[in-house]
């Protein structure tokens, strides 16, 4: 298994352009989730998906879409680039768990994202 | 809202030396909580949880326990290697109501071994 494997690796933008980092995983995972992180702050949610079709808002959504067509892939979208959307963004999966036990939280490598 | 505290980072040891990085958390509810490393380069990866008050949660020689009466969750290794150098995350879970986890992390510890 491949597991959680993030597309590109490290892009460059300049202010207002576009651009879709994909996420896919193979484990079967319902869970998504999109995460940012900076300097000094950790890793914020952006946006997460409990399944196919279905999305919703984290911690820090502004500026981004998601979309979870196929419950394999995970996208998140820029439509207008700013540089304060520099960082490196993570993507992650976890599996349907019964009531509050939770799932574990799979990585992939990260995509660093520079905005000029 | 809840949140994560991580002592401030960088920290540098030598190898064989005892490993604290303090992590207390305020929170509603009673989350689980978790320990997350970051080799260069690499993702984040889970370390330990615990799910309950009072549970230990350990792997590879490091161990935290979740105490609710301080709120905090130390992780702990009583003789660190070269190899641990990485940088660590205190992270509590909040469950949306459709199930999924919303981690919030702390900001990270950097922790450097030296021989």
Redesign the interface.
Same mark, same amino acid.
């Given at each position: 298994n491949a597991g959680?494997t993030q597309t590109p690796k490290f892009r460059v933008l300049k202010t207002g352009q576009s651009m879709t980092l994909l996420c896919a995983q193979d484990m079967n995972h319902e869970?998504m989730?999109w995460?940012r992180q900076d300097p000094?702050?950790?890793?914020?949610?952006i946006h997460? *998906?409990?399944g196919e079709g279905?999305t =919703?808002k +984290?911690?820090v959504p502004d500026g981004y879409n998601v979309s979870r067509l196929k419950k394999q892939n995970f996208l998140l979208g820029l439509e207008s680039a700013a540089p304060s959307q520099t960082s490196v963004y993570?993507c992650?999966s *976890?599996r349907?768990?019964s009531g509050? =036990?939770? +799932?574990?939280?799979y990585?992939?490598?990260?995509t660093r994202l520079l905005v000029l | 809202g809840d949140s994560v505290t991580q002592m401030e980072g960088p920290v540098t040891l030598s190898e064989e030396a005892f490993l604290t990085i303090n992590c207390t958390y305020t929170a509603t509810g009673y989350p689980s909580l978790f320990w997350y490393v970051q080799y260069p380069g690499e993702g984040l990866q889970l370390l330990l949880k615990a799910t309950k008050a009072d549970d230990k949660g350990s792997n590879k020689g490091f161990e935290a326990t979740y105490r609710k009466e301080t709120t905090s969750f130390h992780l702990e290794k009583g003789s660190v290697q070269v190899s641990d150098s990485a940088v660590y995350f205190c992270a509590l879970s909040d469950l949306s109501n459709q199930g999924a986890q919303k981690l919030v992390f702390g900001q990270g510890t950097r922790l450097t071994i030296n021989p």
């Open positions: 959680v869970y989730y995460y000094g702050m950790g890793l914020r949610l997460y *998906s409990v279905t =919703a +984290g911690e993570f992650a *976890s349907l768990t509050r =036990a939770p +799932g574990t939280q990585f992939g490598p990260g | -």
